[in-house]
């Protein structure tokens, strides 16, 4: 009686920890059928939302914070043609993400990474002259940070899946974020940066705007960022020649940091 009895015992601890594993794995990743339940169920909302459409479920990935699931749509002959939905476990659609295709986000996106990517073959390359601490280029978007800027790409003017020169969009409204560290920071200093930046990208025709561009010394032993760096901020493609650029650059120093200090005072 008692070997039966601890038998039993055995066998419900068992059970008792094979269910909190499955509840804690499942508060985790999921399961198997709120999985099926969510693809299902954005296969059905995808016929009958957008029928006559190639559009297809990708792949459903579980949200361990809201216990929901974030289905990746995308269409096999559209390359802007993807965006997510949100499902919950019982298959309940929660919102839809095709905002991102008709708005014209996606083929910005896209654009933009392409510009991208000409830009960090340059400013990533192991000779470029100058430690270039943050570096990348992308396509102006509309109304960035609130400040319609121009100029500056309209989602809207963008066809879905148009094939633009990335090149000619860089030369339009291309723009660069470039942070340099090194001991020497000084107007006379930052010229010379700004020089080289423009002409390793002329080199290789990638063409942009204007530039963020911040020459700082490196961080002291305990971390801190030293005072006394050169700031610019959009500083035009234009701008950047030989002729008269060190005043040209300490006076969009002093415009960058009363803008930044004005900005800071509002706060």
Not at 192 to 221: G, K, M, Q, S, W
């Amino acid at each position: 009686m008692k070997k039966r009895f601890l038998k039993l015992a055995a066998f419900a601890a068992a059970l008792a920890l094979l269910a909190g594993v499955l509840l804690f794995s499942n508060a985790l990743v999921g399961n198997p059928v709120s999985k099926f339940l969510a693809v299902r169920s954005a296969q059905g909302y995808l016929a009958e939302q957008y029928p006559g459409s190639d559009l297809a479920v990708e792949s459903a990935t579980f949200n361990f914070k809201d216990g929901n699931y974030i289905v990746r749509v995308a269409s096999p002959t559209s390359i802007d043609s993807h965006f997510t939905l949100g499902l919950s476990m019982t298959g309940r659609v929660l919102w839809d993400g095709y905002h991102s295709v008709e708005s014209g986000w996606n083929t910005w996106e896209r654009l933009s990474a392409e510009y991208r990517a000409l830009v960090d073959a340059v400013l990533d390359d192991p000779d470029f002259a100058y430690n270039v601490h943050i570096g990348f280029g992308d396509l102006w978007m509309e109304q960035e940070y609130g400040e319609p800027w121009p100029p500056y790409l309209l989602y809207s003017d963008l066809e879905l899946d148009g094939d633009y020169d990335v090149r000619e969009l860089g030369r339009a409204c291309g723009r660069l974020t470039v942070y340099v560290r090194q001991d020497e920071v000084s107007a006379e200093e930052a010229a010379r940066i700004l020089l080289e930046i423009r002409r390793a990208l002329d080199e290789v025709n990638v063409p942009f705007y204007c530039i963020d561009f911040v020459l700082e010394r490196p961080l002291t032993e305990d971390g801190r960022l030293p005072e006394g760096d050169v700031q610019l901020r959009y500083f035009a493609y234009e701008d950047i020649r030989e002729e008269g650029l060190v005043e040209r650059v300490k006076t969009a120093d002093a415009e960058a940091k009363a803008y930044y200090a004005a900005k800071d005072a509002e706060k």
